[in-house]
């Protein structure tokens, strides 16, 4: 590693969060580090430097503080926990690891200050260490650890990790197995989980408030906010905080926020940018633990504006801050116990369940507004502006414990740990729904792809992707999402396909059947038993199959009748209501018939209702009806809702899934292919040879190849494979080889083996291609079976992405494919199949042989785990995998594998 590569590694800094929900900074230690690391161990207690160095140290020496700092990877590395100021900034938490002589074996070591153990730092330097091991392909951490000291021993213990503990010379050497990470990591996302909710919890659930820029004006943003809290009845103390004011709103004002008596819980920051600094230390000196930063004029201000909101990041980490904003709408507890409205919207929804996170303020304003029109109630709005800590993955933590949070909304312009964000949302679906809109969506990328994968890979593919298997709700409008919503929160899912459809006009009725069908719900006959009950109230032009219409004259005690009648039908899952109001009956009514059977029967099935009349009558129309009666105008709307909401009673009831641990794979095999340059071409892609050694180490099958820089060589690997063979161009720039005519297969004998690459060299020298021919590889020809491609891609900001299809030379013709997140989990392939509308090629299809589906899987799961073991790997792609007769296995025929 050069010098300015190591400098910019040892400046990237990390934000943790401690376990109480307060912020720390990581980084790598520097040798600019001496002093601090000085006063850090003075600092120290004698029995704490006893149990780090395992004898009474009192002093250290310069040569042990150059030791300690200056420290080049891979044989020493080591992480510093910071707080305070660039001019106070203080160690408070040291660790490190030193290679042994067996390179995969490394010591680890820790110190902690006295005055911050116990809060989860331990456990934040041992992950930060855990991911450095494995970018060197260390595999165990050693640690000698005196019996005394418990704290350290139970941080190994607890930490997922398989550990062997023996008695050594009075002091335990603890032997952990890093690669066996299942464990590890849901210990690590649990501890995340603690304390990045314990951060978002102190901040949305406030006793103490400072607004510093309250106004006067109530037009003003600072008045705004001030009086929202005033307004909404903040179960809490609110100080407003203008030195020009001596009071607002009838409250008594401070000057500035030290001039507030007694502590403070959380400041609401409403000041000019260049101002936002000075109020968030002073919020820090008055104990508050976190701030909502609502101030424009940061890094969506241009060169000065990101000047300054890296100082306000440095700042609010020196103090353990946790911060929404800036830029934002604010933040709002809606709770009854709570009434926390620190934002300037001018208008507040009802109380209830639907939390929301934006990262748009203005669109936030919006929702609000909509939520209160349609009496929706709202639990929490966090507006998260440029999201310089607080992001939608901490609001997911929080709300995924929060009982009151029944349907979580989140609109996303961006990600900033797409993995971290799939791995939350996944586990939080299994609790409650997650609907998202995504907006940002762009085509850059695709044009440079150097394979079929990568081309494959269209913009927004990769959101698709990770949407699907988190269980994350994705719509694509404001309507759609609040229509989810409230199916969601209001109704219970649905346990089945199954739709009956009861109204009092045929062509709506006729209209959601249609849309039922496009969107994978049924409408089928009721059953002769439902019918037979229908008839017995309803008039005999009245049709009872399904959509049962009871003509336009039925009056509200029909509606009633028929619902409680479908709702026994136990062929069925769900209902749909719709009503069209005619001039003899009231809409109040049908909607009271109907409420009554709901409340009577609540929790049963879903029952969407569809009032077709003016929003302004259905407005009020749901201001007087129980809560979940939520009609719908159109009857489109209302399939499309109750559609979402049994995909994702769907995803529910599906097994979550676990990653497989390959055994008998060749990794230090596979290390020597990626990281050889000799198999490798000057924009990294491996030669054909490599790439199929390379899957084949992971235990993929692969057709037997060799190379051949001549036609007497391609003769000799003929005949040594055993005929009939396949004659491949050997190109390090020729991506598709068929384009060039360099693909000869049926190959009989050495002889004709030489003919082929005779043939081929001709084709490129025709083409003005010679130069780039670099031989032949001859190929043993496999059984007859199904050609499928699968691969990978690097998108930019989700990393891997994993791609099944239907391959050959055709694949971006017929372009069936899917796609899914690595890494991919056991059911995840089951998954990425029933996307394929050609499936049933694979399954039998008239009288074609069954073929290896499992083999398959496993195929893809193997894949995955190359991946996951090495990241280097930039583009991957296989094809054609030929998949073989049931019971036969898979054979890779052509690999390309590009190394960055």
Not at 203 to 222: D, F, H, T
Not at 508 to 537: H, M, N, W
């Amino acid at each position: 590693m050069g010098a300015e590569t190591t400098a910019a590694a040892e400046s990237v800094i990390i934000e943790a969060v401690l376990r109480d929900g307060r912020s720390v900074k990581l980084r790598r230690i520097r040798p600019d580090d001496k002093a601090m690391l000085e006063a850090f161990f003075y600092k120290l207690t004698p029995y704490t430097r006893y149990l780090r160095f395992h004898y009474a140290k009192e002093k250290i020496s310069a040569e042990e503080l150059k030791h300690f700092t200056e420290v080049t990877p891979p044989k020493r590395y080591a992480v510093v926990a910071l707080m305070g100021e660039a001019a106070d900034e203080r160690i408070i938490a040291v660790g490190r690891w030193d290679v042994a002589e067996d390179a995969k074996n490394a010591e680890l070591a820790f110190a902690v200050a006295d005055n911050i153990q116990l809060s989860g730092i331990g456990s934040i330097l041992l992950e930060e260490l855990v991911k450095a091991a494995a970018g060197y392909r260390i595999a165990r951490f050693t640690a000698r650890v005196l019996p005394e000291n418990t704290r350290m021993i139970e941080l190994f213990e607890n930490s997922g990790f398989k550990t062997v503990k023996v008695m050594d010379e009075g002091a335990f050497v603890i032997t952990v197995d890093i690669k066996d990470a299942a464990g590890y990591e849901e210990r690590a996302a649990y501890r995340e989980h603690v304390a990045r909710s314990a951060g978002v919890n102190k901040i949305l659930a406030p006793k103490r408030v400072a607004v510093v820029g309250a106004s006067r004006s109530p037009e003003s943003v600072g008045g705004a906010v001030f009086r929202n809290l005033l307004k909404d009845g903040f179960n809490g103390v609110v100080f407003p905080v203008n030195p020009n004011a001596p009071s607002i709103a009838g409250v008594l004002a401070y000057p500035t926020v030290l001039d507030v008596p007694g502590d403070i819980d959380v400041g609401v920051i409403v000041v000019p940018a260049e101002h936002v600094l000075a109020a968030v230390e002073q919020c820090a000196m008055k104990g508050a633990t976190g701030v909502v930063i609502i101030s424009a004029g940061f890094s969506e201000a241009g060169k000065d504006g990101k000047e300054r909101e890296h100082k306000l990041i440095e700042r609010c980490l020196a103090y353990g801050l946790r911060v929404i904003g800036p830029n934002c709408l604010g933040a709002m507890n809606n709770s009854p116990d709570v009434k926390f409205n620190a934002t300037f919207s001018p208008v507040t929804p009802p109380s209830g369940g639907l939390s929301i996170g934006s990262q748009s303020g203005a669109l936030g304003l919006a929702l609000l507004d909509h939520a209160r029109s349609i009496n929706l109630g709202i639990k929490d709005f966090v507006s998260i502006g440029n999201r310089i800590d607080i992001s939608n993955n901490d609001l997911l933590e929080f709300w995924e414990d929060d009982p009151a949070t029944r349907v979580i909304v989140l609109y996303l312009e961006s990600f900033g740990n797409p993995r971290k964000f799939g791995r939350i949302a996944r586990r939080i679906s299994y609790k409650k729904p997650i609907i998202a809109i995504k907006s940002g969506k762009s085509a850059a990328g695709a044009a440079a792809a150097g394979s079929h994968t990568g081309a494959l890979a269209a913009p927004d593919i990769a959101v698709d992707a990770l949407f699907r298997q988190a269980g994350v709700i994705r719509v694509n409008s404001i309507q759609s999402m609040f229509n989810a919503a409230e199916i969601l929160a209001h109704q219970p899912l649905p346990k089945g396909p199954r739709v009956g459809i009861l109204t009092n006009a045929g062509g709506p009725g006729v209209l959601a059947a249609d849309a039922c069908d496009g969107l994978g719900l049924k409408v089928q006959p009721l059953s002769a038993e439902t019918q037979a009950r229908l008839r017995e109230f309803l008039p005999k032009a009245a049709a009872t199959t399904n959509p049962v219409d009871m003509i336009a004259t039925a009056p509200a005690e029909s509606f009633k009748r028929a619902l409680s009648v479908m709702l026994d039908d136990p062929e069925l899952d769900s209902i749909i209501v719709i009503y069209i109001p005619p001039m003899v009956t009231k809409p109040a009514d049908i909607a009271s018939a109907i409420g009554a059977v709901l409340t009577e029967r609540v929790g049963e099935k879903p029952v969407v209702t569809c009032f077709m009349m003016s929003q302004e009558a259905l407005t009020s129309l749901r201001k007087n009806a129980v809560s979940a009666l939520r009609p719908f105008i159109f009857p489109e709307d209302a399939v499309y809702a109750l559609a979402l909401s049994y995909e994702y009673s769907r995803y529910r009831e599906m097994d979550e899934g676990t990653i497989i641990k390959f055994s008998g794979i060749d990794a230090d095999g596979a290390s020597k292919r990626v990281f050889n340059g000799d198999d490798k071409t000057a924009q990294g892609w491996l030669m054909p040879e490599a790439a199929m050694r390379l899957i084949k180490d992971y235990g993929i099958g692969v057709a037997e190849t060799v190379a051949a820089s001549t036609p007497d060589e391609a003769a000799a690997a003929a005949d040594a494979i055993g005929c009939p063979v396949a004659v491949k161009l050997r190109s390090s720039t020729i991506t598709h080889k068929t384009d060039v005519r360099g693909v000869i297969t049926g190959v009989k004998n050495g002889p004709d083996a030489k003919a082929a690459f005779a043939e081929i060299k001709a084709s490129l020298e025709a083409r003005g291609l010679g130069r780039q021919m670099e031989g032949v590889i001859v190929q043993k020809m496999s059984n007859a079976g199904t050609e499928m491609i699968i691969g990978v891609t690097q998108d930019p900001v989700f990393g891997p992405v994993i791609m099944l299809g239907f391959g050959g030379v055709q694949v971006e013709l017929v372009k069936d494919v899917s796609f899914s997140i690595h890494p991919l989990r056991d059911v995840d392939p089951d998954r990425m199949l029933e996307r394929l509308k050609s499936l049933p090629m694979l399954l039998g299809y008239r009288g074609r042989p069954v073929c290896d589906v499992a083999a398959l899987k496993e195929t893809l799961l193997r894949l995955s785990a190359l991946i996951e073991d090495f990241p280097e790997i930039e583009q991957m792609e296989i094809n054609p995998l030929i998949v073989l007769s049931e019971g036969q296995g898979c054979v890779a025929v052509d690999a390309r594998v590009k190394i960055k």
